[in-house]
């Protein structure tokens, strides 16, 4: 009984026939089941973390750590003067950076926040005599556009929304080719030369004017 309790014990049925017959080892059958089952834990294990493959791929800005808000060509932008309502309008800023208004001319636009650039209308105003006390709001009609390039189904221009994601935007672009490579992607930052490839995650953010290049995959 002391046999047929540890076989059944790990799930073997052997009848007692056998155990006497054929000369069943329990202590060599107990030693094999053993080293199964250590060789299956061992292969359950996680692998380490710090074994894991490197990429060269940098990790790409969240929209929520996208930086304050930097003017450029493209934007277009509404001034309201209070108590000066003929001044009121839309005015885009020019491919060269700068911002053609009522009697002061242009000023620098590109590189600008909103603040600063609320800041230098207002002293331009004021120092060229025009308004004694100059009170001005800047806001944002349109943020200048993003381009999707590569292997997209309609490569081309599209206009920013706040918030926008680079899988948002290559959705906006009709989504990827059969060619594309979608695990990554090649972006070009406004006011930067360079093409980065960077590993796309759900809140991999896009900002006005930046390129994106959705590389060809390698079959």
């Known amino acids: 009984m002391k046999r047929r309790s540890i076989l059944i014990r790990f799930g073997w049925i052997v009848s007692a026939e056998y ?3 054929k000369g069943f080892d329990i202590m060599r059958a107990k030693n094999t089941l053993y080293r199964y089952l250590g060789v299956w834990a061992v292969a359950c294990l996680p ?10 791929r940098q990790a790409a800005p969240t929209v929520a750590e996208v930086r304050e808000y930097r003017l450029g060509a493209g934007d277009a932008l509404r001034l309201i003067f209070y108590g000066e309502d003929k001044l009121n309008g839309e005015y885009s800023i020019a491919s060269d950076g700068r ?8 000023i620098d636009a590109g590189g ?22 100059p009170k001005v709001a800047v806001e944002i009609l349109h943020y200048r556009p993003f381009f999707v390039l590569g292997e997209v189904n309609a490569p081309g221009q599209y206009p920013f929304i706040p918030g926008m994601t680079v899988r948002q935007a290559i959705a906006t672009a009709k989504g990827y080719t059969y ?10 930052r406004w006011g930067d030369a360079s093409e980065v490839s960077y590993k ?3 809140g991999t953010a896009v900002n006005p004017g930046d390129t994106i290049r959705v590389p060809e995959r390698h079959f």
Request: net charge positive; hydrophobic share 40%.
């Open 19 to 21: 155990v006497q017959n």
């Open 47 to 56: 692998l380490p973390i710090g074994g894991c493959a490197s990429t060269d």
């Open 99 to 106: 911002l053609a208004l009522p009697l002061i001319g242009t």
């Open 112 to 133: 600008k926040t909103l603040p600063q650039l609320q800041e230098a209308v207002r002293t331009a105003y004021a120092k060229g005599g025009y308004l004694l006390d």
């Open 179 to 188: 060619r594309a490579q979608q695990g990554s992607a090649m972006i070009t």
């Open 200 to 202: 796309l995650s759900p």
